[in-house]
């Protein structure tokens, strides 16, 4: 049997486009809805309580827009919303972000891998969790990035004020010999090349999405919930921020022409026009 309801995902902004990306490469029959957040973008210096009404509020709404799944495309809305959702609304199928701690020890031969993530991501009992599972034989250096999610935001991906920042963060675990780089964070995954071309070619950088993808695959499969060839794919945008500052960034991103659409928030209800 074929489902053809949609999938949501969401983050903050432009990050989540990351995971959205492999998951509409890997699953080319689903019909997938993306909510970008960036009226309230950036997530990262918030506390998980705020973050965590934001990922209701979202999830509510794509419930209401009969989305059979959610994927938390974000690493600070899953570390502070994915077990409460879950428990909320156990029906729901949820798919989260987790920081890429296991992969990264498993390649590691220095034993010191280095991850990059949001303040509020490193706070969470969610992160800890990882470190204590995956974690205990190596040494993790773990690289809050304040301000670098609003430079990616406003397009500078690859400019001398983003490399120096990045710079100041990744020089220093360098320095004591990483040889995995986690991004912890779905935005980073669009200033890859910078921060490979910083780290060279003797640091593996390891970005989540593709893993995140075969996740949804399993668990549709599992599920018996998966679109079948006649499905009506495509996929569908909207964001509580500017639209066309939206379609902007995705055009930067090198996505093709896309409908943004506007959805705004109202005393804690999200409304997709
Ligand atoms: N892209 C998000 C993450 O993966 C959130 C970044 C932010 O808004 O601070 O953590």
């Not at 938390?72 to 409460?84: E, F, G, K, P, R």
């Not at 296991?102 to 470190?131: C, H, I, M, N």
Request: proline share 8%.
């Amino acid at each position: 049997m074929s489902d053809h309801r949609p999938i949501g995902v969401f983050d903050s902004g432009i990050g989540g486009l990351t995971v959205l990306n492999a998951i509409q490469q890997a699953l080319p029959s689903e019909r997938l809805f993306y909510f970008g957040d960036t009226a309230h973008m950036p997530y990262g210096p918030r506390t998980l309580e705020e973050v965590r009404t934001f990922s209701e509020g979202i999830t509510q709404a794509f419930l209401a827009m009969d989305c059979k799944m959610i994927v938390i495309a974000c690493n600070t809305a899953s570390a502070a919303a994915l077990s409460d959702l879950r428990e909320q609304f156990p029906a729901v199928p949820f798919v989260g972000m987790e920081p890429a701690v296991k992969p990264a020890v498993e390649q590691t031969t220095t034993g010191v891998v280095g991850v990059l993530a949001t303040q509020a991501t490193f706070q969470s009992d969610l992160y800890a969790s990882v470190v204590e599972r995956f974690a205990s034989s190596v040494q993790v250096l773990h690289q809050p990035c304040p301000g670098l999610v609003e430079r990616i935001e406003s397009g500078e991906f690859t400019t001398p004020d983003t490399e120096a920042m990045l710079r100041r963060w990744l020089e220093p675990m360098m320095a004591r010999n990483i040889d995995a780089l986690v991004l912890g964070c779905t935005h980073y995954p669009i200033i890859r090349p910078l921060i490979e071309r910083i780290v060279g070619p003797d640091v593996r950088v390891i970005d989540p999405a593709p893993f995140i993808a075969r996740q949804v695959d399993r668990l549709l499969d599992q599920r018996d919930q998966a679109a079948g060839p006649d499905a009506s794919n495509g996929t569908t945008v909207w964001t509580s921020g500017d639209p066309s500052l939206f379609l902007a960034m995705m055009g930067r991103m090198g996505w093709p022409p896309t409908e943004v659409r506007s959805a705004t928030w109202n005393e804690g209800v999200l409304t997709p026009a």
